[in-house]
C-alpha cells in the first residue's frame, strides 16, 4: 500500500529492523528529504559526514550504506531506479527561503516539516541535521561551484531503503523552487515487510 | 602570542564577537579541525550542510562564511595563505580508525579530542558534529569519488577567523595518517582582539 506525502509537507514513523522503506517519485522531477533517529537512543541521528566519510563518495546509490553520528548503519539503499541524490546541502526551511527566494513569503520547508513530525516523538529541534535528499539533483563543478539541477527521476522511480536498526524516519515531499524544477509535486512511499 | 597544539591532541576555548582566531601549521601539511558553539545558546551549533548550501561551493577561503544550524555566520574567513580546506568530512575517531585503518590501535582523533575538550563547558558528546577541517585537502573526482590528499599547506601558511557572534571554539592538531601525509605534527594558533 502506498502512502501519499502532499505536496510540501512531511511525516515522520517508526521503521523497524530490516523493513524496507520504497520512496517513489510519482510524477517525476520530485525531491523527498529522509532523516532518521535510533528508536532506542535519540542521541544516534543520520550523519552526512560520516556517510560521506565512509562512502568515499559524494554519489549515492545502490548498496550506499548512511551512517550515524555513531559510525552505526542506519539505512542500506538496495534498489534504485535513479542513483542520483544529494548529501551536502541542508534541507529547506524558512531561513534558506529567506536567504535564496527573498520576494518570497518563507514557508517551513522540509526542515520546518520534519522539526514537526519529529516533535510527536519528542526530539527537540536542534535534533535535525542535514538530510539525505533523495533524488535531489547537486553538481559540483571543477572548481568546487554547487549547483542544483531539475532531479534526473521521471514518473516512478524510486530509491529502496533497507533499515539497519530501529528506527524514526523523517520523510517529506521537497518545498524548494530550485531542486524540483519549480513545480511542487507528492511523494508517495510504502512500508515492506522483511523478504 | 603563539599556543601550541601538540600533535594528535585538542583544545576549547572562549572566542568574542570580533576578536580574530589565527589557525598556524607550523611545519606544513598539517590538518587541524575546527567545530564551535553560541557562548550563549549550546543547541546552535556549526553546521556543514547549512555552510555548503550558503556557501554555494565546496571551495572554502577569503570571505568564506562559516554558518550555524539556526542559519547565522559564526565564523568568517578574513585572512587565508592556503585556501584550501574541507568541510564534507566527519572528524577522525575511534571508529573512522577502526573503519580505514583496521591493522592500528584506534586513537580518540579529532572527535574524541573535541568531544573531550567540550566537555569542560558541558556540551553533551552528540552535539559535535561534522568539523570545518582547515588545511584538509579533498578532490571529489568526476564520478563523484572522495580522495584525501596531503595538505597544499607549508610551513607557516595560516588561515584566520573571524568571530561573528561569541564562541565556544574547539581545535585540534588532526590524528589521521592519510590526511596529514602520515606525519603527526602541532597546529599553533593565538587570539587576536578587534581591528
Not at 64 to 89: A, C, G, P, W
Not at 92 to 108: A, G, I, M, Q, W
Amino acid at each position: 500500500m502506498e502512502t501519499t506525502i502532499k505536496p510540501r509537507s512531511g511525516t515522520a514513523f517508526i521503521l523497524r529492523k530490516g523493513q524496507r522503506l520504497k520512496v517513489i517519485d510519482p510524477e517525476g522531477e520530485q525531491v523527498s528529504d529522509i532523516y532518521c533517529f535510533n528508536l532506542d537512543n535519540k542521541e544516534e541521528f543520520l550523519s552526512s559526514g560520516r556517510s560521506l566519510d565512509y562512502n568515499e563518495s559524494v554519489a549515492f546509490g545502490k548498496g550506499s550504506k548512511l551512517y550515524s553520528n555513531q559510525s552505526n548503519i542506519m539505512l542500506e539503499i538496495v534498489e534504485d531506479t535513479v542513483e542520483r541524490h544529494d548529501f551536502l546541502l541542508t534541507p529547506c526551511s524558512k531561513d534558506t527561503f529567506r536567504h535564496f527566494y527573498p520576494d518570497e513569503e518563507p514557508v517551513p520547508g522540509c526542515y520546518g516539516n520534519l522539526v514537526h513530525a519529529f516533535s510527536e516523538f519528542n526530539i527537540p529541534e536542534h535534533y535535525v541535521g542535514t538530510t539525505f535528499n533523495i533524488f535531489m539533483n547537486v553538481e559540483i563543478d571543477k572548481n568546487g561551484g554547487i549547483s542544483v539541477l531539475p532531479p534526473t527521476s521521471k514518473a516512478g522511480d524510486y530509491t529502496t531503503f533497507e533499515a539497519k536498526m530501529d528506527l524514526i524516519v523523517g520523510l517529506t515531499a521537497c518545498s524548494a523552487g530550485e531542486s524540483n524544477n519549480f513545480k511542487y509535486k507528492p511523494i508517495h512511499y510504502s512500508v515492506l515487510d522483511p523478504l
